[in-house]
């Protein structure tokens, strides 16, 4: 017994030690290599797989008609994905494997800002282009010039939404239920409740409740909010989240309307939903229904080859991706050398004038943050995400 | 000589590894695999004490290394840095160099007073019951700092890192290596001398039969005060040095499910045993990062390595031998205790 | 006031869950001294059976929503225990041969609770899924409160199970061996009582309530997620613990007490600070009963 262990032990130190060094040395030529750093564990798991699902759409597109094609020459795209478990040490460790090990020209990702805020602080360092498609926390990008978004920030969603509910139910007064553990919704609730009592006055708020990212029953919070009598709900949650929200308080007797963010926007809501959800509106990055040109055919193709219509995400990482690849087109020739490569992507990022995304056109500010329109969405009794208004800063 | 010859290896050990990252000859991503695998053994180590040594059940670790990384990181950005929070540095980011001891040092003390709420009811209570408060304690640092906005709440918090590249503008160093290198070996260090002092012949009396080590004049409220003490100050320095990798802090990343990694790695190495510790949080690391390429299925096939390992070794790894039982040739050049 | 009503019935629906599932746990300690710490994975795969049984029984054999309600119940409550089985075969029982230390086995049960989770990821991927209605769902609204009828169903079968446990464990020849083995696991086989099958009968007991569970937590909360046994277990073991581990009034008593203390502080204090004050509460309560309420301290001989 002593002898095999020791043995073994051994054994299975080499291996491990082995295989660690060996993955991720390979280097082909003519290939251009984007790293993807996105939580396919963890939390939510949805989330990266809808990212990995518009990325491969979108090398496959590319592929098919032989690269992408960069100075007269056609490269094909390889995407290296890594699991960060939406776990903030995986996703420094993530990026770095795929910067040092896999050598990859630009990152895209980590999705949401507890993974993005690290990972992009070792990008910075390492000078390596990372875009995050869905992060809403300022710190990602702030004073980081390798670091740039797909998604507009909390400051200008908080007051769209506030803006909006306050014409289109003649609002005077609002309840918020956020996800404290999540800190995206814990911003936008922040800045909802800071403009919303500096457009009605102090006490306009009458209740601010909050839960934790695994609840599911939310019957306390709502009866406090019930109980307060506002005239609508601020929900900035994840939909999973709302739709449970929804429903529950329907139980408990409320009747009035729901006003949501842009985390809302999932195929799976209706799904999940229901006829609840019908009715109410949020504010998002595009309308699904009525969608037209390039939105519509990537709608329409994504739906008919994963079966279902793409979350918000999929567009963001659709769009983000994209942007790397028109640096890459912008830079003019594809440097044999990684960190010369690395350079070009983030100046050429950097200069892109507008970018005519599948989630409206952006341009990017100083600090890599796009300035682009959000869209109201109203659900529509069949269930379809209907443009209801668009907001531009 | 042998006296010295465990510790003089690990310093040439430690000595390379930060020779090699100097030289650029192991990569960053390679780097930070030791780190994260450093930090782990320092967690790993010092829950060991409580749950191997003394045979208690703690299962809220990951709340102690919190609580360090939240003190470790206000004291750096209080100190070295300028940060939003504290406006200006207090000192010249220079001076980090020497200082930084302080951080780990602070981090440590805070986090073994929060050590405290827990060693206090195992005065009377042992067990599951025990293991409940540690998690229920696990919970309420995990809330306390989602409500406090001043430092981040859920949204984080950022800016202990300067305080690291302020020392490598002064020397060039991967210093970063250096103090979890320092952290680790010291931690390990401290562990070992614990073991084999008087108290930790304590912690193993307390362990074998608490009613027979306090006849025998144990001071056994005594011996569990300092060990819980010892044991969440380590993994307050575990998370100050945690915090300053990663340079992003987040109450979430701080969850049971931290707590259950370290409790798995107790028992992966085997309950009692040190150098167990070490090696299972070593080879833990190892195998979550070889396995990475796998995404999705990592997470079915890592516990079914651990569920296949139990079932051929049930005592883990090494049981609660340590090296030096294992290989008795090793005694010749090393003294363990 | 009504304000008060509408959160105890609040809490005793939400109770009800951390009941079934704390029954579930502390069955399995009383007889093995083993936190089984899948059991709230077992939950949730217990709910994702019945999800299955029920758009099975609904979709391809076309049966109207009683009749699969009716069908459902049991089915899920005997797939669950096979799965409950199944995991006491092959992970817990070679390790009680070879007489490991009790916590290998947490371990070894922790480690199948992430396999169950992780691998419904990798099998049927990261949608959630939806639940159907198996009850046409009405709101009853008096003097201001709003019940549905799924609320008075759940509480009922939460009070029913916990009695009809009570009277097994209490009243029955299997129930008086499982509290023998408890006491003692050395004399009993001694006295001609086949031990291994007491503790499958225990398996099959404790997650035939976990299935039970899921398909009333389906039914009540219809999103389904891999990883929505995780949080809940972990909150229905440290309410059995607080009850008195081992006890089975000591769940039922503590699964309610931890569910009222929740809704209480969110709906008295900001709620931020639920977990705060709800978990330093049950730390006080460790403090002064450090067995838990219904426990027993156990005598040492010297």
């Known amino acids: ?101 896999d050598g990859v020209v630009a990152i895209v990702g980590p999705n949401s800002s507890k993974q993005a805020v690290p990972a992009g602080g070792i990008c910075n360092e390492r000078e390596t282009p990372m875009i995050s498609p869905w992060s809403t926390n300022p710190d990602t990008t702030k004073g980081r010039p390798w670091i740039f978004r797909a998604a507009f920030l909390d400051p200008f969603q908080g007051p769209v939404a506030a803006n909006f509910a306050a014409k289109q139910f003649g609002a005077k007064t609002a309840a918020v239920i956020f996800d404290i553990a999540n800190d995206y919704s814990k911003g936008l609730a922040d800045i909802f409740k800071q403009v919303w009592e500096q457009k009605m006055g102090a006490g306009s708020l009458v209740a601010f409740e909050s839960h934790g990212t695994k609840d599911q029953d939310f019957s306390a919070q709502l009866t406090k909010i019930i109980d307060a009598k506002p005239d609508f709900i601020f929900v900035p949650d994840n939909y999973n989240q709302v739709a449970l929200i929804v429903k529950q308080a329907h139980d408990l007797g409320y009747k009035g309307p729901f006003m949501g963010a842009d985390a809302w926007g999932s195929a799976e809501l209706m799904t999940l939903c229901g006829k609840d959800c019908v009715g109410q509106f949020f504010s998002t990055h595009y309308a699904a229904a009525g969608a037209q040109g390039d939105t519509k055919v990537f709608i329409d193709r994504y739906n008919q080859k994963y079966g279902y219509v793409p979350d918000d995400v999929a567009a963001l990482t659709w769009d983000a991706t994209r942007i790397v690849l028109q640096a890459i087109q912008d830079a003019g020739k594809l440097n044999t050398d990684v960190k010369a490569e690395r350079k070009a992507i983030r100046d050429a990022i950097a200069n892109i004038k507008e970018f005519k995304g599948i989630t409206g056109s952006m341009k990017f500010d100083a600090e890599g943050d796009p300035i682009k329109c959000a869209v109201v969405v109203r659900i529509s009794e069949d269930g379809q995400f209907t443009f209801a208004e668009s907001v531009c800063p | ?166 020392m490598g503008d002064v020397i060039n160093l991967p210093w970063m290596m250096i103090w979890v290198l320092i952290g680790c070996f010291g931690s390990v260090f401290l562990i070992r001398r614990y073991i084999s002092s008087t108290y930790g012949k304590g912690v193993n009396a307390v362990c074998q039969d608490e009613i027979a080590a306090e006849i025998m004049s144990v001071d056994t409220n005594r011996i569990k005060l300092v060990t819980f003490m010892v044991s969440s100050g380590l993994a307050g320095v575990a998370g100050a040095l945690y915090a300053h990798v990663v340079g992003y802090l987040n109450p979430g990343s701080f969850d049971i499910l931290k707590s259950t990694e370290a409790m798995v790695m107790v028992y992966l190495g085997g309950m009692g045993s040190l150098s167990g510790s070490v090696i299972s949080a070593v080879v833990f690391t190892l195998l979550l990062e070889a396995l990475r390429p796998l995404q999705i299925y990592k997470w079915v096939i890592v516990p079914l390595i651990l569920i296949l390992l139990m079932q051929f070794r049930p005592e883990g790894i090494m049981g609660n031998k340590e090296l030096s039982d294992l290989f008795p040739r090793l005694r010749k050049y090393f003294t363990f205790k | ?30 007889v093995l001294l083993l936190i089984n710490f899948a059991h709230g994975d077992i939950f949730m795969v217990g709910a994702y059976i019945a999800y299955f049984v029920a758009t099975l029984l609904l979709g391809t054999m076309g049966l109207g929503p009683t009749a699969t309600l009716v069908l459902a119940v049991p089915l899920t409550m005997i797939l669950t225990s096979c799965v409950g089985v199944t995991l006491e075969r092959v992970a817990y029982r070679p390790l009680r041969r070879k007489g490991a230390h009790r916590l290998y086995v947490v371990i070894t049960a922790l480690m199948c609770g992430l396999m169950l989770e992780n691998g419904n990821l990798a099998l049927l991927g990261a949608s959630r899924k939806y639940f159907p209605e198996l009850m046409e769902k009405t709101v009853y609204t008096f003097a201001g409160l ?111 007490l931890l569910a009222f203390l929740e809704i209480g502080v969110a709906a008295v204090f900001p709620s931020t600070l639920r977990d705060l004050i709800a978990f330093t509460v049950l730390l006080l309560i460790m403090w002064r009963k450090p067995t838990g309420i219904f426990g027993v301290a156990k005598h040492q001989k010297i």
């Open chain 3, 1 to 30: 006031m009504e304000f008060v009503f509408q959160n105890i019935l609040n809490a005793l629906q939400w109770g009800s869950f951390y009941a079934l599932i704390a029954l579930g746990y502390t069955l399995v300690y009383g």
């Open chain 3, 146 to 256: 709003s019940v549905t009828n799924l609320k008075v169903v759940v509480i009922i079968t939460a009070f029913v199970a916990f009695a009809v446990l009570h009277f097994i464990v209490t009243r029955t020849k299997i129930g008086m061996a499982m509290r023998g083995i408890s006491w003692d696991k050395f004399a009993i086989p001694l006295m001609g009582i086949p031990v291994d099958s007491i503790i499958v009968f225990t398996f099959v007991l404790g997650s035939g309530m976990a299935g039970l569970a899921g398909l009333l937590f389906a039914m009540a909360y219809p999103v389904l997620e891999p990883y929505m046994g995780a949080l809940i277990g972990w909150k229905a073991f440290i309410a059995a613990v607080v009850g008195g581990i081992g006890d089975i009034r000591g769940a039922f008593l503590g699964g309610f």
């Open chain 1, 1 to 101: 017994m002593k002898k095999f262990s020791r043995l073994s032990l051994l054994a299975l130190a080499c291996a491990l030690g082995a295989l660690l060094l060996v993955t991720g040395c390979s280097k082909e030529p003519d290939t251009i290599k984007i790293g993807f750093n996105i939580p396919l564990t963890g939390d939510i798991p949805k989330v990266g797989e809808a990212s990995k699902y518009a990325a491969e759409m979108l090398k496959e597109d590319i592929n098919s008609k032989g690269g992408l094609e960069v100075g007269g020459k056609k490269y094909k795209l390889q995407f290296i994905y890594q699991d960060n478990e939406s776990k903030a040490d995986s996703a420094v460790n993530a990026a770095l494997k795929l910067i040092e090990q």
């Open chain 2, 1 to 166: 000589m042998q006296r010295y010859a465990l510790n003089a290896s690990l310093l040439v050990l430690a000595l390379i590894i930060i020779g090699l990252s100097q030289a650029g000859a192991i990569d960053l991503y390679v780097q930070s695999v030791i780190m994260f695998m450093a930090i782990n053994v320092i967690m790993s180590s010092s829950l060991n004490l409580v749950n191997g040594n003394m045979g208690e059940f703690s299962c809220g670790h990951g709340g102690f290394m919190c609580v360090g990384a939240y003190v470790g990181s206000l004291i750096s950005m209080l100190l070295f840095t300028n940060s939003k929070l504290f406006g200006a540095a207090l000192l010249p980011p220079a001076t980090a160099i020497f200082l930084f001891p302080v951080v780990l040092l602070g981090a440590g003390i805070v986090a073994a007073l929060a050590g405290i709420i827990v060693a206090v009811p195992s005065f009377k209570t042992r067990g599951d019951y025990l293991a409940i408060i540690t998690l229920a304690v696990n919970y309420i640092v995990i809330s306390a700092i989602q409500n406090l906005d001043v430092i981040g709440g859920p949204r984080g918090l950022t800016g202990m890192r300067p305080a690291i590249s302020a």
